[in-house]
C-alpha cells in the first residue's frame, strides 16, 4: 500500500511539473517586465554617468545594450515587424517619376538609408549627406562615432538580411538636403553607448543621429515609441521603415 501511495504521489508530482512547464524551466520575461527592468539601469546609469567612474558607466552601458538587442528582437517577433516590413509597398522617391518594384537608390540628400545587417547581428542606418560624394553620414561604435562612409548600398542583400532607404512625407527637398547637411556637420563626435539619452547632442548611435537630424531641422519626430521604457525614448533603425511619416522608395532586391 505505501509503495502503491508512493507511486501515486511521484504520478501527480510528474503531472504537475508537466503543467507548470517542466522542472527548472524559467518562465520568459515579457517585454513589459523586461521595460521596466531596463528603466531602472537607465536610472542607474544615468547616476553612475554623473560619477568619476567610467569603467562602471561603459559597464553599465554595455548591460543596457544587451538588454536592449534582447526587447528589440522581442519586439520584433512578437509584433511580426518583419512581416510587415516585407509588406511595405515601394514608392517613387520625391525627384523620382519612375516606379519599380524595388525602387531605385538614391543619392538625394537627406534619404534615409536602413539596413538589419549591423553590429552584433543589430540594425544600423544613416542618412545621405551633401558635404562629399555619395556618402552617408553614419554614427558606429566601429568607428569611434559619427563619419562619413561610402558603398551603404552595397551591402545589399544577403540571406535574411537587406538595405532600404525611405523618404520622410512631410518634408520638402530642401529640408530633406538640411537634414542631411545637418547629420554631416555632426562628423567627429563620439559614439552615444546609452541608446536612451537621445536628446544629447554630444555623441550619437546611428539611428539618433538620423531621428536628431529631422528633429532639429524639420520638427519631425520619428519616433514610434516602440522601443521607447518608462521615462526615456529610444530610437531603434527599424523605426525608420516601418513608420507611417515615412515612405519606403528603394528596397534591395
Not at 54 to 74: C, G, P
Not at 119 to 134: D, M, T
Not at 168 to 193: E, F, L, M
Not at 196 to 207: A, E, I, L, Q
Request: proline share 3%; aromatic share 8%; with cysteine.
Amino acid at each position: 500500500m505505501m509503495k502503491k501511495k508512493r507511486q501515486l504521489s511521484i504520478g501527480l508530482m510528474s503531472l504537475a511539473l508537466l503543467m507548470s512547464g517542466g522542472a527548472g524551466q524559467v518562465q520568459a520575461e515579457s517585454l513589459e517586465d523586461l521595460k521596466a527592468r531596463m528603466a531602472e539601469h537607465v536610472k542607474k546609469l544615468e547616476r553612475s554617468s554623473r560619477s568619476a567612474d567610467s569603467q562602471e558607466t561603459r559597464k553599465m552601458e554595455k548591460e543596457l545594450e544587451e538588454m536592449y538587442l534582447k526587447m528589440v528582437d522581442q519586439e520584433i517577433k512578437e509584433n511580426k515587424i518583419m512581416e510587415k516590413i516585407d509588406n511595405l509597398p515601394v514608392v517613387p522617391d520625391k525627384t523620382d517619376r519612375t516606379r519599380a518594384r524595388y525602387g531605385n537608390w538614391t543619392w538625394r540628400d537627406g534619404v534615409i538609408a536602413i539596413t538589419n545587417r549591423g553590429i552584433s547581428g543589430s540594425w544600423h542606418a544613416g542618412i545621405v549627406a551633401p558635404q562629399r560624394l555619395r556618402v552617408t553620414a553614419e554614427a558606429s561604435p566601429n568607428t569611434n562615432g559619427v563619419r562619413f562612409q561610402s558603398n551603404f548600398e552595397g551591402r545589399g542583400k544577403v540571406g535574411n538580411h537587406n538595405v532600404w532607404q525611405t523618404g520622410v512625407k512631410s518634408t520638402s527637398i530642401s529640408q530633406d538636403w538640411w537634414a542631411g547637411h545637418w547629420a554631416g556637420r555632426q562628423v567627429g563626435k563620439p559614439y552615444n553607448y546609452n541608446f536612451y539619452r537621445t536628446n544629447n547632442r554630444n555623441s550619437f548611435y546611428c539611428s539618433q543621429l538620423v531621428w536628431a537630424a529631422y528633429m532639429d531641422v524639420a520638427k519631425v519626430n520619428l519616433n514610434t515609441s516602440a522601443y521607447d521604457i518608462p521615462g526615456a525614448r529610444a530610437i531603434h533603425p527599424s523605426e525608420l521603415l516601418y513608420n507611417n511619416k515615412v515612405q519606403l522608395i528603394y528596397r534591395a532586391k
